[in-house]
Nanobody, 117 residues
Framework: QVQLVESGGGLVQPGGSARLSCAAS????????MGWFRQAPGNERELVAT???????NYADSVKGRFTISRDNAKKMVYLQMNSLKPEDTAAYYC???????????WGQGTQVTVSS
């Protein structure tokens, strides 16, 4: 059974930083393309950043230069380093995994990030 568990959310002041972590289990991590998505109240879920099994990254324009996605295949972890946070970054952040061979998609339960003074 594939499980994705996010952690690291919370209340952050504008201009501050936070790091989200996503732990994967139940699947061979190296065959997964990983991503972070977010959803604010009343909005659709949107892509934040992705990283392929080979390490290639992609970012939404709204977070380029501020957020960094990375992965540790040995630990089966993916991270999202978020710097220069803005109130508009407030959302529930979700970890996504996509199996390269089967294109099966998995989601974590989400972690809330609130950027406010």
């Amino acid at each position: 059974q594939v499980q994705l568990v996010e952690s690291g959310g919370g209340l952050v002041q504008p201009g501050g930083s936070a790091r989200l972590s996503c732990a994967a289990s139940g699947i061979i991590f190296s065959i997964l393309n990983m991503g972070w998505f977010r959803q604010a109240p009343g909005n659709e879920r949107e892509l934040v950043a992705t990283i392929t099994s080979g390490g290639r990254t992609n970012y939404a324009d709204s977070v380029k230069g501020r957020f960094t996605i990375s992965r540790d295949n040995a630990k089966k972890m993916v991270y999202l380093q978020m710097n220069s946070l803005k109130p508009e970054d407030t959302a529930a952040y979700y970890c996504q995994a996509v199996s390269v061979p089967t294109v099966s998609t998995y989601w974590g339960q989400g972690t809330q990030v609130t950027v406010s003074s």
